[in-house]
């Protein structure tokens, strides 16, 4: 049996990994992989990670000098792992879509529950509180969403947004003309927008597409909400605009600086990063942990293509879901 060293591993993930699992030796580790934990992969034929683990360079030549010959991610995003290192020594699969479903509705939920501040009702009401001050909403009908970012998630979101009645801009560089949006710049999207929803990836050139100068176009007293990945948003210039009134509120389910805290009960740890600790303490703030993908489809679905990867690999197959660096 080949063997596969798993890592960020969380009893979730286990739970459907061991069900469907028939063709491998699967050894669990909670840490996530980076070039420190990189050297535990020796006698490993692969390795399976997570979206906060930090597979740079050396961790890339350290799995490779210990004989690992494919790295199988769970996520469909692939910003964690420097691919240039990877070319030529480390094939790196991924799981495109497990459910994007999943990820839409969650963004949903995330607007619906920073509207209509359903996080302080609940709060309230579990200590008898039934004052309902300070709750105040709006219609999401009739308003405008901005969508950023219109691929298999983005356009799950765009549906769900058309049949609660709002208008729909979008913007994505490869726009696609049978989605139910208006596409337009992103100049046009950021100050005309009520909502503003991310849905592209993390790459070079969204990195803090959400910056000081995208908040200075925002229309004052949007919403903005954040299911992709947190380097999206400059947290610095979340606060400011949030500080400032210029912004309703923001949720987010990502967080540039996620890595050191998400899907860890950091609750009696002091929290380090003041940045966070000031988001978390804004009312009109929502922060979830990185769980947009937490549904039972979902997770079966990860499981399934991750095993089905490997197990093109160890057959010889052409791997479909392979991701690779365009040029060394
Ligand atoms: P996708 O590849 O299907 O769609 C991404 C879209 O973004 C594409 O249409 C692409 O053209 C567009 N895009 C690329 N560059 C852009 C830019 N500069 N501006 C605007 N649009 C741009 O990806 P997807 O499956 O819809 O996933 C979207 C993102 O959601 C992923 O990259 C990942 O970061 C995130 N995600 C989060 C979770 C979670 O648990 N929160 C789970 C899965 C995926």
Redesign the pocket.
Known sequence: MKKLAFFETKPYDRAYFDKLNKNYEITYFEEKLNHHTAKITEGFDAVCAF?NSNVNEMAINRMYERGVKILALR???F?NVDLNAALGKIPVVRV???S?H??AE?ALALLMALNRKIYRAYIRTRDFNFNIAGLTGVDLYGKTVGV???????RIFINICNGLGMKVLA????P?NSIDAEYTD?DYLLSNSDVISL?????S??YH?IGTDAFAKIKKGAIIIN???GALIDSEALLYALNHGNIRGAAL??YEEEADFFYEDMSDKIITDDTLALLVSRPNVLITS?????TEEALENIADVTLKNLDEFFEGKPLTNEVKAAKK
């Open positions: 979206v996520s469909a995003g910003s495109p879509a497990y994007p999943a990820v969650h950023i970012g219109t691929g298999k998630i983005g913007y994505d560089p490869y696609d992103l849905h592209c990836p993390l790459t050139d969204t597409i299911t992709s990945r389910d990502v990185h769980q947009g993908f937490l």
